[in-house]
């Protein structure tokens, strides 16, 4: 099966991606599944669980920015109110979620120490550069977590680039270490100034 793990829809202030085109999308590109993955809310996740869908597994998630790096938490059903590193993964653990490292190398203060504390490690980032996702692989090597792939799709376009596959059930092979990864990157620069403009854009319509 496969799952893209990292989506980011609307509520997340770089993305216009809205719910039912990010299901349109997945389900074009036969996804078995999708994490919805917001900057610092869960809204995305369940306004998009919200729309019916056959054999399409929906998790709700939130991408939480904290002083050390983001960290992803995946099958949540409350906002994460802590933007602090220690006390965002409690928050994640007390829910029952699963707490993901994602594109380590990327944004983050000491990686090697922070992928110790979490349950899983994003080995591939669609969004990473070939160089920060070799530094993953390079990474599980020494810190033996169950790994994860996902798009960081912010556009519609990028979603399916990053793929976790499992043979399970997506949480008990996450928590078994039962998953594989498989990608392509994104054009680096052009996905990462999209959502920089949109950001400055939405950001500007909400003053």
Known sequence: MRYDLHIHSKYSNDSISTPDNILKIAK????NGIAITDHNTIKGGLETKKIKTENLEIIVGAEIKTELGDIIGLFLNEEIKSRTFDEVLEEISTQGGITILPHP??????????ARKVDAIEIFNAR?????NAQCSALIKTCH????????AHMLFEIGRGL???????ENALKKGMTSVIGTESNHYFGHSL????????GKNHE
């Open 128 to 132: 990473s550069s070939c160089k920060q």
């Open 164 to 170: 976790t596959i499992s043979e399970d059930c997506i």
């Open 105 to 114: 190398y990327r944004h983050h203060r000491l990686p090697e120490y922070l």
């Open 145 to 152: 977590k169950p790994i994860t792939a996902g798009s960081d």
């Open 195 to 202: 959502s920089f403009i949109l950001e400055k854009i939405k």
């Open 28 to 31: 074009k590109k036969g996804l």
